[in-house]
């Protein structure tokens, strides 16, 4: 089967670092997504990782090992409004293509 | 309007009302989804139309109709729901065949059946 696990909840000081981790067993990985949902509102896509590796977008960074079947979120300098759930997402491709949703991790920043 | 809109943001039904959910993308995808996110479970596909056509139907209750008129539009009919059917439904839209495949949301209905 196509199961994906990350914590569910987390807490952090503002402007400190976190890092969220996510484990995938899946069939055809060809990808791994990570979205940021504000409470109420639509996932936003914030990053896209299908090599190995270290992918750095301002405060946010992402990794992925493939050999591991694990990805990791970094986000550094929190700020409150990083308050959010984020979710980790694996593109699976095969007699079916298609993206798996993990359960997401909810992020709460203290001041 | 840019992105992906959904209309109403909001819904409450009796179960034995019709009602419609609409979702527009303005990204010029050719690829849209319906999802249903529930409170503590992960979001889960309903329906993914592609070019369309409808390419997958993940074992979803009768009572939930998807219409995809065009590329940019998609619509879910809903009739004699149950109360286990409330949730939040979120439509998203991709481009097929372009690389990542990123899909991007549209805010949501939150759908209150009682």
């Known amino acids: 089967g196509q199961n994906i696990d990350q914590p569910t909840e987390m807490t952090a000081t503002e402007g400190a670092i976190v890092q969220i981790n996510c484990t995938y067993q899946t069939s055809g990985f060809n990808g791994l997504f990570w979205y940021q949902q504000h409470a109420g509102e639509a996932p936003t896509f914030l990053s896209y990782?299908?090599?190995?590796g270290l992918e750095e977008k301002g405060r946010f960074s992402s990794f992925l090992s493939r050999s591991k079947g694990y990805s990791y979120l970094l986000l550094k300098e929190l700020q409150m409004k990083d308050s959010a759930s984020y979710l980790c997402a694996v593109r699976v491709v095969g007699r079916d293509d298609k993206i798996i949703f993990g359960k997401g991790t909810r992020l709460h920043i203290l001041p | 309007e840019t992105g992906v809109t959904q209309t109403p943001r909001h819904l409450v039904m009796g179960m034995t009302n019709k009602k419609s959910l609409k979702c527009e993308q303005h990204?010029?995808?050719?690829?849209m989804y319906w999802y249903k996110q529930s409170a503590k479970k992960p979001l889960e596909l309903m329906f993914v139309y592609s070019l369309e056509e409808r390419v997958e139907n993940n074992s979803v209750p009768s009572r939930f109709s998807p219409e995809c008129p065009n590329s940019s539009h998609l619509f879910l009919h809903l009739h004699t729901l149950q109360p286990e059917d409330s949730a939040l439904y979120l439509c998203a839209s991709s481009q097929v065949n372009a690389g990542t495949d990123t899909q991007y949301f549209g805010p949501g209905t939150r759908l209150t059946v009682l």
């Open positions: 990204l010029g995808h050719n690829a």
């Open positions: 990782n299908v090599l190995d």
